[in-house]
């Protein structure tokens, strides 16, 4: 038997050290056998170096099942295994606590190092010089004090991180002086010792286990994977990359391989370069030695504003957004002949200037130029084929920012060559990964062909813990007019009955915002406090708010339906308004219907309904937690009953109570 696997089974074993867990900050222990027959199919596939699949069911305990025998992977290999997640709770569940649970039962010492993005890290370089020189490196004379506190911080901070300070320190004053790509002089640099990014990176090539999640993941991936172009990355080498929330994958690896330009980030970079001001100029070329530069840096800016913002007026008039890009070369590139004065300017002035820290500087905005300059031709021209392209306009304080974006429509072939035909172990896992009990429409999805499957059974008894309520009679979703009420008058009904304790999931921000103004008498009557996503509080704070607050209601759309974990009676009703089938005429998703059609597909049966399926998985499983948990799940949109289709959403479902009404 090979070693890692013997491991793990002795770990897993009757006198499993799990039942001390307990003692050092874990949960009481009990027998999962699924969490074992994981363990051990994950130590396998390390060992023989084969891709893994694994639907994981909630209380499993996959964590445990996937990290112990990648610590005696790592251990016996003497080679790095990457975790990577999507969201940061469980990043922070896996290094705060799982970890430092397994370092006490584990018998002998492993090192586990969170990866962080560059950006995520103050740069004391940066710092040092917006502190000797605050006119070229801050945008306001306000930003000054942010930079005090931030100056005072960096002297106590213990790994030099954003999240190490509170609170979160200012967006535009942080972008100014953190660590950012192209923008590092190594060596040449005097606080290069001291330096926190530096600092993770040796960290990590230390590490057995990497925790990160899959936008750096995939960032790192496409770094290194360019042709022609000696690049680092991010990330050491690693043997094997383990994805937890795995169902996430195909987008977020969708919108980090493609392109995208915003206004907003346009803007920022030439303001870094040259902000004029009514009582004094600011930016990195201020000095009156640069006036040729400031002169094409400012006629840029203009053309920009004008370009920019006729093309979002534009946008705006078409109502719709996002709003798909479709005919090549529509748009004339108007700041193409700006941005390589630009670039002219830039490389005379870096031609000149001899300081290390100042040119770095330019040079990385200068580079950063190109970019936007490539993006955006890339975008107007329509030039990278099977791709799909996009307006989308955002509200901000100033006025509405643009952005465009330009992705693949089908990732599989992508990912095929990037992720899955490389030297290291793919292993995958989620709660919700399967439809019809079979998992190969998400491996479809992600180009993953040689790839070993396992679904797990759940450890819960669904039909003790959990009662379905389906309304015999509604309207059509389609039919807002008569179909709202109607999920106003449920959702009082059954708030009702649980006093509260409900988290109602929406599938868009209008009928959200309609139910909550139909029902907030009856909030304001109850007594209970209405949590909605996307007003005032973070959706991590609604979910404190939420557990600490009995009499609260959660409102939630997208984000809501995954990766939310509140167990016990805090949460005991889950609501869904509707079957979440994606809307159709989003530019992604209607080009993929239409790639499926063309290629004699049948775009509802391959594409949206299983999309729908996981989703709808998803939202049924924000109720059970833990063993523990009981409460009643309502599904308001009838078409799981009267649709041909809608049995397949039923037989998705554990086994449970089911009632009409």
């Known amino acids: 038997m090979k070693l890692v696997s013997e491991k793990t089974e002795q770990f897993f074993g009757e006198n499993t050290p799990l039942r001390t867990a307990a003692e050092h900050g874990g949960r009481k222990y009990e027998e999962r056998p699924q969490q074992r027959e994981m363990a051990e199919a994950v130590a396998q596939a390390l060992e023989n170096n084969q891709h893994l699949c694994v639907e994981a069911p909630t209380g499993v305990g996959k964590s445990f099942a996937y990290l112990i025998p990648a610590i005696y992977q790592a251990h016996y290999t003497q080679k790095k295994v990457v975790i990577s997640t999507h969201t940061i709770n469980l990043q922070e569940q896996l290094i705060n606590k799982d970890l430092k649970i397994l370092k006490e039962l584990i018998p002998f010492n492993f090192k586990a190092v969170l990866a962080k993005g560059r950006e995520n890290y103050i740069c004391l370089r940066r710092l040092d010089e917006a502190w000797q020189n605050p006119d070229e490196f801050l945008f306001t004379d306000e930003s000054s004090q942010e930079l005090n506190r931030l100056k005072k911080w960096s002297v106590n901070t213990t790994d030099g991180s954003r999240s190490d300070i509170s609170p979160i320190p200012d967006v535009r004053t942080w972008m100014q002086v953190c660590c950012e790509p192209g923008n590092c002089t190594n060596q040449k640099c005097k606080f290069f010792r001291n330096c926190y990014f530096m600092k993770m990176k040796m960290d990590m090539a230390s590490a057995d286990i990497i925790v990160t999640n899959h936008a750096l993941f995939f960032v790192?991936?496409?770094?290194?994977?360019?042709?022609?172009?000696?690049?680092?990355?991010?990330?050491?080498?690693?043997?094997?990359?383990?994805?937890?929330?795995?169902?996430?994958?195909?987008?977020?690896?969708?919108?980090?391989?493609?392109?995208?330009?915003?206004?907003?980030?346009?803007?920022?970079?030439?303001?870094?370069?040259?902000?004029?001001?009514?009582?004094?100029?600011?930016?990195?070329?201020?000095?009156?030695?640069?006036?040729?530069?400031?002169?094409?840096?400012?006629?840029?800016?203009?053309?920009?504003?004008?370009?920019?913002?006729?093309?979002?007026?534009?946008?705006?008039?078409?109502?719709?957004?996002?709003?798909?890009?479709?005919?090549?070369?529509?748009?004339?590139?108007?700041?193409?002949?700006?941005?390589?004065?630009?670039?002219?300017?830039?490389?005379?002035?870096?031609?000149?200037?001899?300081?290390?820290?100042?040119?770095?500087?330019?040079?990385?905005?200068?580079?950063?130029?190109?970019?936007?300059?490539?993006?955006?031709?890339?975008?107007?021209?329509?030039?990278?084929?099977?791709?799909?392209?996009?307006?989308?306009?955002?509200?901000?304080?100033?006025?509405?920012?643009?952005?465009?974006?330009?992705?693949?429509?089908?990732?599989?072939?992508?990912?095929?060559?990037?992720?899955?035909?490389?030297?290291?172990?793919?292993?995958?896992?989620?709660?919700?990964?399967?439809?019809?009990?079979?998992?190969?429409?998400?491996?479809?999805?992600?180009?993953?062909?040689?790839?070993?499957?396992?679904?797990?059974?759940?450890?819960?008894?669904?039909?003790?813990?959990?009662?379905?309520?389906?309304?015999?009679?509604?309207?059509?979703?389609?039919?807002?007019?008569?179909?709202?009420?109607?999920?106003?008058?449920?959702?009082?009904?059954?708030?009702?009955?649980?006093?509260?304790?409900?988290?109602?999931?929406?599938?868009?921000?209008?009928?959200?915002?309609?139910?909550?103004?139909?029902?907030?008498?009856?909030?304001?009557?109850?007594?209970?406090?209405?949590?909605?996503?996307?007003?005032?509080?973070?959706?991590?704070?609604?979910?404190?708010?939420?557990?600490?607050?009995?009499?609260?209601?959660?409102?939630?759309?997208?984000?809501?339906?995954?990766?939310?974990?509140?167990?016990?009676?805090?949460?005991?009703?889950?609501?869904?308004?509707?079957?979440?089938?994606?809307?159709?005429?989003?530019?992604?998703?209607?080009?993929?219907?239409?790639?499926?059609?063309?290629?004699g597909g049948n775009s509802f049966r391959d594409y949206s309904l299983p999309e729908a399926i996981l989703k709808f998985r998803q939202g049924f499983g924000r109720l059970i937690r833990s063993k523990e948990d009981h409460g009643i799940v309502v599904i308001l949109d009838n078409r799981i009953i009267t649709t041909n289709y809608g049995q397949q959403f039923i037989d998705s479902l554990p086994t449970c109570t089911r009632k009409t009404f």
């Open 220 to 599: 790192d991936l496409a770094m290194k994977s360019q042709e022609d172009v000696d690049v680092e990355g991010i990330l050491p080498n690693y043997a094997a990359v383990i994805f937890d929330e795995a169902h996430t994958i195909e987008e977020c690896a969708t919108m980090h391989l493609g392109v995208k330009v915003t206004s907003g980030g346009f803007f920022h970079t030439l303001n870094r370069l040259y902000l004029p001001g009514k009582e004094k100029d600011r930016g990195l070329l201020v000095a009156p030695k640069w006036a040729n530069a400031q002169q094409t840096i400012t006629r840029l800016k203009d053309r920009a504003e004008l370009f920019f913002g006729e093309l979002t007026e534009w946008v705006e008039m078409q109502k719709e957004n996002p709003l798909r890009y479709t005919v090549p070369g529509h748009i004339p590139h108007f700041l193409h002949p700006e941005l390589c004065d630009a670039d002219a300017a830039l490389k005379e002035v870096l031609d000149i200037e001899k300081s290390d820290s100042k040119g770095q500087e330019i040079s990385t905005l200068k580079e950063r130029l190109y970019d936007y300059a490539l993006g955006m031709q890339t975008f107007l021209d329509m030039s990278e084929e099977e791709f799909v392209y996009w307006f989308e306009t955002k509200e901000q304080s100033y006025g509405n920012a643009l952005a465009i974006y330009g992705v693949p429509i089908k990732i599989d072939k992508i990912l095929d060559n990037l992720l899955f035909n490389r030297d290291f172990t793919v292993i995958m896992t989620s709660a919700t990964l399967a439809v019809n009990n079979n998992l190969r429409f998400f491996l479809n999805r992600i180009g993953a062909g040689n790839v070993s499957q396992k679904i797990l059974t759940s450890p819960f008894d669904f039909e003790k813990q959990v009662e379905i309520y389906i309304p015999l009679e509604m309207p059509h979703p389609k039919n807002t007019a008569q179909f709202l009420p109607k999920v106003c008058e449920h959702i009082e009904t059954f708030i009702r009955k649980t006093d509260g304790h409900a988290m109602v999931l929406f599938t868009s921000y209008a009928m959200m915002r309609k139910a909550k103004d139909e029902l907030s008498d009856f909030f304001n009557k109850k007594g209970l406090t209405l949590l909605m996503q996307g007003e005032k509080l973070s959706n991590s704070a609604i979910i404190e708010k939420f557990q600490n607050d009995e009499s609260s209601v959660i409102f939630g759309t997208s984000s809501f339906w995954t990766g939310v974990d509140i167990p016990g009676k805090t949460l005991s009703n889950v609501i869904i308004v509707k079957i979440p089938f994606a809307v159709p005429s989003l530019p992604l998703n209607q080009a993929r219907i239409e790639k499926i059609e063309a290629e």
